[in-house]
């Protein structure tokens, strides 16, 4: 099975174990992710808006379907 790509709106694993979604793809290798609001911590890291890049994923968990 290939390693999917990452894509924007796709659900990731970060290689620092979180889990995010990819809200904005910014260009090829950078993606404004969301980290959700469920605690401080994680609404800060997604109000903070700092991309994070295709090297620090760790894989895709989720696709909607629809994309490709």
Known sequence: ?????????DVVILKTGEKVGLMDQMDETHFLPDYGVETPEQEEKTMAM??????????VVYRPKGTR
């Open 1 to 9: 099975m290939s390693k999917l790509v990452p894509q924007e709106y």
């Open 50 to 59: 700092m991309p994070i890049s295709i090297d620090d994923i760790e894989k």
